[in-house]
């Protein structure tokens, strides 16, 4: 091979070294890209610089590879290694290692290890770094104070008048301390039995407190209201006790025969009074012995069963009164035919899970029904017959009957003013039903029985909607109608309220 060749593949080699290195370190080599990217916001991000470490517990997991300005913020795009994770409660801030080396960013890890931040999440909890101009700056200033202090204090006692004055303070703490050790070398046994004495009492204070830290808060809440109460009223309740005093005085003074008088009353009226109690102690024992109506009354059990009967009665009413279940349900329906709205209002009577009676009224906008003939002859015609049918508002009412088997209910009785039978398939019980009803058999102008078809759900426990189609075999098309509506169910605890408190007058 020729030395040409030779250093040819040389260059090339270090070419091809070159080129890996360069996307080794570089944020668009496949080998950089390895890991997952997260993002961590902060006030500042001084002296950090791109490819500066990420750490966790002090271990480098990662790179810092790139800072974003995003509004007044520093943002950090870091790259952590694939397979380490972090919670998502975790905190970031930027250190520096030592005082004035380079800096980094520290995860601190959070307590939900079950939660971990997902490639392209954010750190959403930091710590702003320290930024160390601001504390050299906040060094100088306590310097600067500083300074002015000692120079306070050189111009204070710098002076001979300062210096003097410090003198006589010393010589002035030196006397005080030596009259101090004096008094205490001479009363070491008594201040030991004092300081015993503080310590016992101490502890029992303590032990008081503690075991009656609330009474003792409460008795000294009282007793500060109760001395509030007495500097407020005591003056004004000694002048009305004073007031008091002297019109007794008064009325004692004036009134001393009258006085007498009452005291003698009051004998007289003891008197009577053991006379009526003498007479009582007769008549009751009269009644123990069954004397008199009201001994037989009492002595005698026919009037007790007659009253135990009749509560009986009054309780067995209670209980039918209370196993009666009352739900008031008003509803209405708009009809698409006809675009009218017909309005319902049902109370339902249920004495047994399994029968319940309905009464109600119906507002059906096409109850009345009104035909009238016009005749009209044009250009000398024979006169032509028009007929005109119009429908009025009509109140019908319902009284019906029904028994459920199963999920199966039947009904029948008066529906809408006219005969007619119900049936009612619960398809998910208490949630959601189906039924049809059929009445009216004898319609005018030999019509077909009216029919309706319908569906009520439960959105909530009192609210439901329906739907259905009205009056399907109906000759008239113009009749036939597809119809959706909604109600409210009033449930018996409601009625029983409003229905016990009314009066009611014999």
């Known amino acids: 091979m020729s030395r040409e060749a030779r250093v040819g593949i040389f260059v090339l080699l270090g070419l ?22 997260l993002t961590v916001d902060f006030d500042t991000a001084a002296g950090l610089e791109p490819k500066s470490d990420v750490k966790m517990a002090g271990v480098p997991i990662g790179k810092v590879e790139e800072i974003q300005l995003v509004g007044n913020r520093a943002r950090l795009v870091l790259r952590i290694q694939k397979g380490i994770q972090i919670p998502i409660d975790s905190v970031g801030s930027i250190q520096t290692q030592g005082l004035l080396g380079e800096k980094y960013v520290e995860i601190l890890p959070g ?21 160390l101009d601001e504390m050299v700056r906040k060094l100088s200033a306590i310097g600067d104070d500083v300074k002015k202090f000692t120079d306070t204090l050189s111009a204070t006692f710098g002076t001979e008048e300062g210096k003097k004055a410090l003198g006589d303070i010393l010589r002035d703490v030196r006397d005080t301390t030596a009259s101090l050790r004096t008094v205490v070398q001479g009363n070491e046994q008594r201040f030991g039995r004092i300081l015993a004495n503080f310590d016992r009492l101490s502890a029992d204070l303590s032990d008081i407190s503690s075991s009656n830290k609330q009474d003792v808060r409460a008795t000294i809440a009282n007793l500060r209201a109760l001395s509030d109460t007495l500097k407020s009223e005591t003056p004004g309740l000694v002048s009305k006790l004073e007031e008091m005093s002297e019109r007794v005085s008064g009325i004692a003074g004036d009134n001393r025969e009258n006085l007498k008088e009452s005291i003698a009353n009051l004998k007289t009226a003891s008197a009577r009074l053991d006379n009526t109690l003498d007479a009582a102690g007769n008549v009751m024992g009269k009644i123990n012995r069954g004397e008199g109506s009201l001994g037989k009354l009492i002595n005698d059990n ?44 049902n109370l339902k009577l249920q004495p047994t899970a399994d029968k319940y009676y309905l009464i109600g009224v119906v507002n059906d906008p096409r109850g009345k029904r009104t035909d009238s003939s016009t005749f009209v002859s044009v250009n000398g015609n024979p006169p032509v017959e028009t007929k005109t049918v119009s429908f009025e508002d009509k109140w019908k009412f319902n009284a019906l009957l029904a028994k459920q088997f199963s999920r199966v209910t039947v009904r029948g009785g008066v529906m809408e003013s006219a005969g007619g039978l119900g049936l009612e398939y619960a398809v998910v019980k208490d949630r959601f039903s189906v039924g049809a009803d059929i009445f009216d058999f004898n319609r005018p102008d030999n ?58 007058k014999p």
Do not use: C
Not at 16 to 36: D, M, P, Q
Not at 111 to 131: E, F, Y
Not at 452 to 466: A, M, P, Q, V
């Open 111 to 131: 307590k939900d290890v079950q939660r971990n931040l997902p490639a392209g999440g954010q750190v959403a909890n930091t710590l702003n770094p320290v930024n």
């Open 302 to 345: 026919t009037a007790h069963t007659i009253l135990t009967d009749a509560l009986d009665g009054v309780n067995r009413y209670v209980r039918k009164y209370d196993a009666l279940h009352l739900t008031l349900v008003p509803w209405i329906e708009y009809q698409t035919g006809t675009s009218d709205w017909k309005y319902y209002l």
């Open 16 to 37: 091809i070294v070159l080129t890996f290195f360069t996307f080794r370190v570089s944020k668009w080599g496949l080998i950089a890209e390895k890991g997952y990217r």
């Open 447 to 504: 019509n077909r029985a009216h029919l309706k078809l319908y569906g009520n759900y439960d959105i909530f426990k009192n609210l439901f909607i329906t739907g259905g189609a009205d009056d399907l075999l109906s000759r008239d098309s113009k009749v036939r109608t597809l119809f959706l509506g909604f109600g409210i169910k009033f449930p018996d605890d409601d009625l029983k309220t409003v229905i016990g408190a009314v009066p009611i």
